[in-house]
């Protein structure tokens, strides 16, 4: 696999742990829709670093033990301090393949006072995932009278 060039000057990606890389990226694979587009690994085949893309977004992923601080959710009794959201074009599409696949599914499919529709999973190793569908445009003051909240920022 070949590196895409050009990619912007700034961009946030994220980089998730697992106690087994490989198993990682085929289940993101297979469930979740992602698309390997570099994989790295040692001479034993084992991935060391990978990156995976889905639509214009992309995550990393690498193997947890060498350092001191990598570690999966599987490691920590399941507890996250992050959670990956990826924006989908069909949620309820989405949300059915990866149940069918064997995600564990957190809460189902369900629309939100900003004008999305959510659904919440966890992967192979426990890290908490959300995906979402922007089903209706909202401004501020629409999202502040669906909610209970005070919405701030750029319009």
């Known amino acids: ?16 742990f697992y106690d087994d890389p490989n198993a990682a990226m085929a289940w993101l694979e297979r469930v979740f829709g992602f698309e390997t587009s570099l994989c790295v690994t040692d001479t034993e085949g ?3 670093h990978a990156e995976l ?13 060498w ?3 990598p570690t999966s ?9 992050q959670c990956v959201h990826v924006q989908v074009k069909d949620v309820n599409a989405h949300h059915a393949r990866a149940a069918a696949e064997g995600a564990t599914i957190a809460a189902p499919p369900e629309d939100q ?4 529709r959510v659904y919440r999973a966890f992967d192979c190793e426990g890290h908490f995932w959300t995906f979402g569908q922007t089903v209706r445009a909202m401004s501020h003051e629409d999202m502040e009278a669906a909610g209970e909240f005070i919405v701030k920022g750029k319009a």
Not at 1 to 16: D, F, I
Not at 53 to 65: A, E, P, S, V
Not at 73 to 81: A, Q, Y
């Open 73 to 81: 959710p599987k490691s920590l009794d399941g507890r996250n301090t």
């Open 1 to 16: 696999m070949t590196r895409k060039s050009g990619a912007a000057a700034a961009e946030v990606v994220p980089a998730l």
């Open 67 to 69: 350092a001191p601080f």
């Open 113 to 116: 006072f900003y004008g999305d």
């Open 53 to 65: 893309d889905f639509g214009n977004g992309r995550i990393m992923l690498g193997g947890t033990g």
């Open 46 to 48: 084992k991935v060391q």
